[in-house]
């Protein structure tokens, strides 16, 4: 069997949850109860259809359509039934940038005129840099939206189009300025994969994206068989037009992908994984990290942008992936990484909100899944005597106290006017912890340990540093 093969096998995402997920009560009970929810926004709605998948891991454990690819011939909604997946063509465009820059064959940092001579546009100022590839992925280039009227009249425009449309217009902004969304900004960067590679953008994807993922039925711009109708809004009437398919031309790599719940959780299992680069690994771990490290945030810092991902931060936790509004389709991916758990919601119709369905699917299933699927805390029994490292530790530098809580320890600055920054310390074992904390800013995640002499606790090492007791 060759090695494609292999992992072909490996990423055919079972119907059934797997045993360890699926056996679990919680899991049964939170698929019931979005089940109930969703079957009563479909009819209260009215929607046409809705797709939806919950990966954990490498798993595709749970999927289900909601109402129909198409309402006149009441053809069902599966979990292989395709949708135009609009902005989440980005993620692609951004993915291979990264492989071009694994390959040695760009920079994040290069000027766009680099790679694509006599695309320029008029800057916001003068003295402006030149735009970086990286600029255009995560929407700090300051760009326009778009390259014309395309959202109204359909018509999107061809490279020669997009390339007349920067030399009559003027940047909004400067680069660097503020997170401002550009689908042009993306579709430059198509281009640029193009003009590095060699290779027609669709044809680049195929070969380096979704051949090595699995992920056999998405396609850009094709009007393939098995694509759910696209429907606008729900008029007045309680009517829907039905939309026509539409070519994005040059803009389909920031709006283009046509795709499926399967073939997503295929790309979302992609974000969990780590390794070097290689086969179904198309990126390596490194690049991976970067492209969900926030790079943007929006001035208001309620969103921002990795690398071709959106970021969210909704309470405590933190969520990449993206949403896609193309005319008849709404789409919408969530990942939360610390649990290995991600969503994925599809829709043909213009107003069915996929980003508040995942996030009652996450808050659902997907929190249920990621207990579920959680690998087992190894925790070390608290000891009774480590209660004699608890006193009040200092240096020239600043004070520090070792508290004693309900069989735990915790550090804390005597000198803060706030409780809130408690720093925990995680037992290793022989007399040695690790320092779990909210924030980046101390020896977060190094050891902790303490020297003794004549049977007491006389010193405090927090990762190079030390503290002396003092009482």
């Not at 660097?176 to 193009?194: D, F, Q």
């Not at 107003?351 to 508040?356: L, M, Q, T």
């Not at 608290?382 to 809580?405: C, I, K, M, N, Q």
Request: aromatic share 8%; net charge positive.
């Amino acid at each position: 069997m060759s090695r494609f093969a292999c992992f072909a096998l490996l990423l055919s995402f079972p119907a059934l949850l797997p045993a360890a997920v699926g056996n679990n009560a919680d899991v049964k009970g939170a698929i019931r109860l979005f089940e109930a929810w969703m079957n009563g926004q479909m009819v209260h709605r009215a929607l046409p259809g809705v797709a939806v998948g919950v990966v954990h891991d490498q798993q595709l454990v749970w999927s289900k359509g909601f109402g129909f690819a198409d309402t006149a011939a009441k053809s069902p909604l599966t979990s292989a039934t395709k949708f135009r997946m609009a902005s989440h063509s980005k993620l692609f465009t951004a993915t291979a940038i990264m492989q071009l820059r694994e390959a040695g064959k760009l920079r994040l940092d290069d000027p766009i005129t680099k790679y694509l001579p006599g695309f320029a546009i008029t800057p916001a100022d003068p003295d402006d840099p030149a735009i970086t590839i990286e600029e255009l992925l995560t929407h700090a280039s300051g760009l326009p939206r778009e390259a014309g009227s395309h959202w109204v009249d359909y018509r999107f425009p061809d490279a020669a189009e997009v390339k007349q449309y920067l030399a009559t217009h003027r940047a909004p902004y400067s680069p660097e300025v503020r997170w401002k969304y550009s689908n042009l900004a993306l579709t430059l960067a198509g281009m640029i994969v193009e003009n590095v590679s060699g290779e027609r953008y669709s044809a680049y994807v195929e070969r380096h994206i979704f051949a090595p993922l699995g992920m056999k039925d998405s396609s850009f711009d094709q009007k393939v068989p098995g694509l759910a109708t696209g429907y606008g809004r729900r008029m007045p009437d309680g009517s829907r037009a039905t939309l026509p398919f539409i070519d994005a031309k040059a803009m389909g790599p920031a709006t283009g992908l046509t795709s499926t719940v399967e073939d997503m959780a295929r790309f979302v299992s992609l974000q969990m994984r780590t390794g070097k680069t290689g086969g179904a690994q198309i990126l390596n771990t490194g690049s991976l990290r970067e492209m969900h490290r926030v790079r943007r945030l929006e001035n208001d810092w309620t969103r921002g942008n990795a690398i071709g991902f959106a970021v969210n931060r909704v309470k405590d936790k933190l969520y990449v992936g993206h949403g896609g509004s193309y005319p008849g389709y709404k789409t919408q991916t969530f990942i939360q990484l610390d649990s290995k758990v991600g969503v994925v919601v599809l829709t043909n119709g213009d107003d069915a909100g996929p980003a508040a369905i995942a996030m009652r699917l996450m808050d659902t299933v997907g929190e249920a899944v990621g207990k579920a699927g959680a690998a087992p805390k190894k925790t070390i029994p608290w000891d009774v005597t480590w209660s004699r490292f608890a006193g009040h530790y200092s240096s020239p530098s600043g004070e520090l106290e070792v508290v004693e809580l309900n069989q735990r320890l915790v550090m804390i600055d005597p000198d803060l006017e706030t409780l809130s920054a408690e720093q925990r310390l995680e037992p290793l074992g022989n007399g040695l912890f690790r320092l779990e904390a909210p924030g980046g800013g101390g020896a977060v995640g190094e050891t902790v340990r303490f020297t003794e002499k004549d049977g007491k606790v006389v010193r405090i090492y927090v990762g190079d540093s030390y503290r002396d007791r003092v009482r």
